[in-house]
Each structure stands twice: as C-alpha cells, then as structure tokens.
C-alpha cells in the first residue's frame, strides 16, 4: 500500500524529531523529510513533491504564512499547520485557513511542547485527511476575501426564522464563502456550530462579522436570539435555544465535539420548526446527522454538502446516509437555496 509521504517543517529540532516519530507510528505515514524554515519548506515541497506538509507559523529566515503563499503558489499541496498558537496568533490562523491551509493542530504547550503527544492522534488523523481530501483542497485554493459592511437592525426584534449551520474541518472559508452571500433582515438570525478549539472563535466571530454582511455574536450564556444577527458558538461549550429564544450554554460530556452540532439542531427543532433551515457542512465524523434528521421531521428544510466540494465528505455523508437532508447541494449553490427557503417561510409565515 502507498505510503503518504509528509515534509515535517519546524524551526525546533525537538518538534521536527518529535513530531516525525508521532508520525511514523502510523504505518500509513513515512516522514521524507524535514526543513527548519519557510524557505527550506518551499524547496523541499519542490524537489520531493511530499502528499501533505505539517507547517509551523513562527519560523526564522521565512515565516509560515509566506511559506503556504509560495507553496500554494508553486507548487500546491495539502499543508497542515502546527504550531503554538493563542488567542492572539487566531486571526493568523484564519489568514493561513483562506490561503489554502487545510487545517491546524495547536501545540499543547508553546512552541517548544514537551507534551506533544497529546495531540499525536490529532496530527495523525488530519495529515490522513489532508491527504485523502488533497483533490478538494488543490481545488479550492486561495479564497478572496474583501471586508463587508455588516447589516445593522434598527429595533430588537425576537428572531422569527433561523438558520442553523454545522461545521467542522476545512469549514471557516467554506462558511464565509457562503454566508458572504446570504441576506440578512430584521427577522432572521444565524445560528452557527464550528468545531473549534476556544482559543480561535473569538477570532473566527470576528472574521465573520468583517467578511460577511451579518453582526456575529461571539456567543454568551443568556444572550437574547435577535433577527439581524448570528451567534457563533463559543469552543468548549455546547450551544443551545431555549423557548424564550435565548442562548443556553453548557458542558455535557457525552458528546465527542464541544461544541456540537447535534445539540444545536434539536433546539431549533424544538424552538423554531417549521421557521428555520438547517445546513450541515464540510467536516469529519456524524455530528449534527441525527439533529439535521429531527430538525427535517419538524418540517424544516435541510441541507447538506455535496462531495463535489466539501473538503471532508464526512459529517455532510452521514446526514446523507440517515436521509436527513431533504437538499444535497455543492458549497456554492448554498447560499441560493437559503435565501429562496427565506423567502417562502416568509410569504407562508
């Protein structure tokens, strides 16, 4: 069986030997090699063309961002960054993610991380889909990206309509691309679950407020549910509407993902059905397939991703597979079919 060749790209000869070994325990994954900067990454991706290069951000001579521009530029290939990032270091983040990036795996504890291996099963298993979603990722490529004026309610109107949407690995750029073009008004609100480490939604509210026309909320216990906005669950914390149409947070260990989109989706079934459209995109596992299922036996219209054009064809398939979804579309017909099931809600409503 082929082995997925991956270039290690670390400035600390710790984190180069240590990541290399996390990866050479997996016997699908051989390390071809490894480069100490951005500008021996974009050489060695050159001349040995691995399948997935695991990048860090902060390196001498060339950073990490320059580095994925170049690579991206000269010779595209699937790139998973690594590497000590913060609260701070997020909005990078999201910059690496719209310039082709993959997906990112924070090191536990700084740039020099002893503790690794905690996150070892992590790294595995995204350089394993980076390299099985690499015909997807090569296709998208860089996202443009230009600053939106957000929509500004003139009252406080209780939400009658939602849009609820899940995603998971590969989702930022695929949620920006298609909530850039929504519609926003005084009725609708925007409901969003991301499987994301607490440190980057802050960053990533903020993102979707510049880059698309809707307020988003970095989410907050208690927070009244207003048409005019979105509400971008917070990492660690599952997000859920209650009757009086506000935003309940909170922990529940028997779920795999904080936050999870299984959780989302049964609150807007419960709260807002029919009046609401549930959307499950790019992402790994079967989170959010059985709420997307309760939400379209309320009599809610659902979507999922079509393979054409999600990055992992993982959470929108098991939507798929339970017959949850009553619309299969690729990413970039999205944003049609919700503003056209708005639309009919509110001629009906």
């Known amino acids: 069986m082929k082995k997925i060749k991956v270039l290690v790209v670390d400035d600390s000869a710790f984190m180069r030997k240590a990541i290399r070994e996390i990866l050479e ?64 270091d997020a909005p990078i983040t999201m910059e690496l993610i719209d310039m082709g990036a993959f997906d990112y795996v924070p090191k536990p504890s700084g740039t020099i ?9 992590e790294i595995i298993e995204k350089v394993k889909e980076a390299y099985r979603s690499r015909a997807s990722i090569l296709r998208r490529g860089p996202s443009a990206r230009f600053v939106r004026v957000s929509f500004k309610p003139s009252g406080r109107k209780l939400a009658r309509y939602v849009v609820a949407i899940g995603i998971s690995t590969g989702g930022p750029a695929t949620l920006i691309d298609i909530l850039q ?7 609708t609100a925007y409901l969003v679950v991301q499987h994301m480490p607490p440190q980057f939604t802050p960053s990533l509210a903020k993102r979707l407020s510049e880059y698309t026309p809707i307020h988003f909320h970095h989410a907050v216990n208690g927070q009244t549910v207003l048409g005019g906005y979105g509400y971008l669950a917070p990492g660690g914390w599952h997000m859920k509407v209650v009757p009086e149409k506000k935003i309940k947070l909170f922990k529940d260990d028997s779920y795999i993902y904080y936050p999870s989109v299984d959780v989302l989706f049964r609150s807007v079934a419960e709260v807002y059905c029919p009046n609401a459209i549930g959307v499950i995109l790019t992402g790994i596992g079967r989170d959010g397939a059985e709420g997307l299922l309760r939400m379209k036996e309320c009599g809610c219209v659902t979507i999922a991703e079509s393979e054409e054009t999600a990055v992992v064809y993982g959470m929108p398939a098991a939507a798929k597979e339970i017959g949850a979804a009553s619309e299969i579309l690729p990413a970039y017909k999205i944003a049609d079919a919700i503003r056209k099931h708005l639309r009919r809600l509110k001629r009906n409503g």
């Open 181 to 187: 073009d929504c519609e926003v008004d005084e009725e």
């Open 25 to 88: 325990s997996d016997p699908q994954i051989e390390v071809v090699d490894t480069a100490r900067n951005g500008l021996e990454a974009v050489e060695k991706t050159k001349s040995l063309k691995p399948d997935v290069v695991t990048l860090d951000i902060n390196m001498p001579v060339m950073d990490g961002k320059e580095a994925l521009k170049r690579i991206m530029e000269e010779c595209p290939t699937p790139v998973v960054v690594v590497s000590s990032l913060t609260q701070e």
């Open 113 to 121: 991380s002893l503790d690794i291996h905690k996150v070892a099963k």
